[in-house]
């Protein structure tokens, strides 16, 4: 009996193994054969480092092609099933070579630290270049490079990058209290040194300030020449937000 149980646990452990083993993916994915082995396994050490130090998941994956699927969906579908269980959130960087297009998704705690309005753009900016000149390492590299800056900023900051950071220790009641009381002081010396100068002297209306009989209007009245109206149509051509799945963010684009 007690060897038919254990045999059980050990098949059990074993099972249990597989289906980890199965669902464990590395952090860069090449199935288009663009990088080398090395630099897989340069870019794969690199991701880990980040991923321990920032309690994260990063993903890469280069596709000869995502078939009938769309890029939105198909970078959700690689996020929820192999980059989402970061504590402090995942991202994944698809990129299709078939439609020269890439997208990035990120789950509902990496969207808080990195989003869309101001951090995907900040990492388009990392990599895009790189992607359409074709060095695909270096591409991945910056985007990585990218991702720990943008985690540091947020670890170090309490907010994401592009969120006005405020000063510590700063009042908002004595700095407005300040700012009124330099507004009356300057007015307070203005004044003073406007009153000190002889020669100036503040004039009832406009005419005051022109010497008798040196202009004369020859027409007392307004001609209106023309007017230019354009008319813009109302939404439309926005910026696309989070709209990833699943409370999630991220964005795109071509190269």
């Not at 280069?62 to 198909?74: W, Y």
């Not at 995942?90 to 630290?113: F, H, P, S, W």
């Not at 990195?114 to 985007?143: H, R």
């Not at 002081?185 to 002889?198: A, C, D, E, H, N």
Request: hydrophobic fraction near 40%; charge should be positive.
């Amino acid at each position: 009996m007690l060897k038919k149980f254990l045999s059980l646990l050990a098949l059990i452990f074993v099972f249990n193994a597989a289906v980890t083993s199965a669902a464990r993916i590395e952090p860069v994915t090449d199935e288009a054969g663009l990088l080398k082995p090395t630099e897989i396994e340069l870019l794969n050490q690199k991701i880990h480092n980040v991923e321990q130090k920032h309690k994260i998941k990063i993903g890469v994956v280069f596709v000869k092609s995502i078939g009938g699927s769309d890029m939105i969906t198909a970078s959700d579908d690689l996020r929820d099933k192999y980059f989402s269980n970061g504590m402090n959130g995942g991202i994944v960087l698809l990129v299709a070579m078939d439609k020269r297009k890439y997208e990035m998704a990120t789950d509902r705690r990496m969207v808080e630290r990195i989003t869309d309005s101001d951090g995907i753009p900040y990492l388009k900016e990392t990599f895009q270049s790189e992607l359409s000149a074709g060095n695909y390492y270096k591409a991945v590299n910056n985007f990585v490079g990218g991702v720990e800056e943008l985690m540091t900023y947020y670890e170090t900051n309490g907010v994401p990058y592009g969120v006005m950071v405020k000063p510590e220790g700063l009042d908002p009641v004595a700095a407005g209290g300040a700012f009124v009381l330099a507004v009356i002081i300057g007015v307070f010396v203005r004044s003073s040194l406007i009153g000190s100068m002889s020669n100036i002297h503040h004039a009832m209306e406009a005419i005051d300030y022109l010497k008798k009989n040196t202009v004369k209007l020859k027409e007392n009245r307004d001609t209106f020449l023309f007017m230019n109206v354009q008319r813009r149509p109302k939404g439309g051509g926005g910026r696309r937000g989070s709209g990833h799945s699943g409370g999630g963010g991220g964005g795109g684009g071509s190269f």
